[in-house]
Every structure is written in C-alpha cells, then in structure tokens.
Nanobody, 122 residues
C-alpha cells in the first residue's frame, strides 16, 4: 500500500551539489522519523542523515557540514541537500520512513525507497 519514490540522483563533479527527494504515498496515517541511507560497492549500508517528526536531525560524521536533511510534512516528503560533494559520496542512496498506516494505528513500520544512484566524478 505505501510506496516511497526517490528522485534527484545523477552524475556531478566533485565540489558540486545535488538535491534528493523522496515522496511517500498510500494509506499513511502519520510519519515519525525520516532518513537517508547509502551503500557503495564493497561497503555496508550506512545511515547518512535522519530527521524526527519534531525536526531534530542527526548526521554521519562524514557528511556533517555538507549535507542537510529536511522534510515537508504536507507532501510526505524528505529531502537531502548535498553540497561540496566528494568522490567518496558515490553510492546508491535509499530513503526510509518510520510510519503508521490506517490499517493498523497501533505501531510504526519501516518503509524503503527504491534507491537512486549518486555518482561524483573527480
């Protein structure tokens, strides 16, 4: 029922910027935490950034000062503004949302986007 659709990935030169978007649709009642993860070949999937329903944010040390996570609750959308990109930022980026559906309001469940490729050239 719930789907998360990502957009905004692509190829960019080192030092450039990209903005990722992830919009959720379906039988959504409320969304708690939203986040972005990434996975590069040979690496484990890592948490890049997260944002709570109250607006509190957390970032991986490797992206602090360069990336900014934000959300638009009216659009059920989370964004990741990526500035000063480095080749080591190259990865598939996945959005994640912890939410309740109208099917069962008693608990939250994690949903994932399809992933979008970000490639930073040197």
């Amino acid at each position: 029922q719930v789907q998360l659709v990502e957009s905004g990935g692509g190829l960019v030169q080192a030092g450039g910027s990209l903005r990722l978007s992830c919009a959720a649709s379906g039988n959504i009642f409320s969304i708690n935490t939203m986040g972005w993860y990434r996975q590069a070949p040979g690496n484990q999937r890592e948490l890049v950034a997260s944002i709570t329903s109250g607006g509190s944010t957390n970032y991986a040390d490797s992206v602090k000062g360069r990336f900014t996570i934000s959300r638009d609750n009216a659009k059920n959308t989370v964004y990741l503004q990526m500035n000063s990109l480095k080749p080591e930022d190259t990865a598939v980026y996945y959005c994640q949302m912890n939410l309740r559906t109208t099917v069962n309001l008693r608990f939250y469940y994690n949903y994932w986007g399809q992933g979008t490729q970000v490639t930073v050239s040197s």
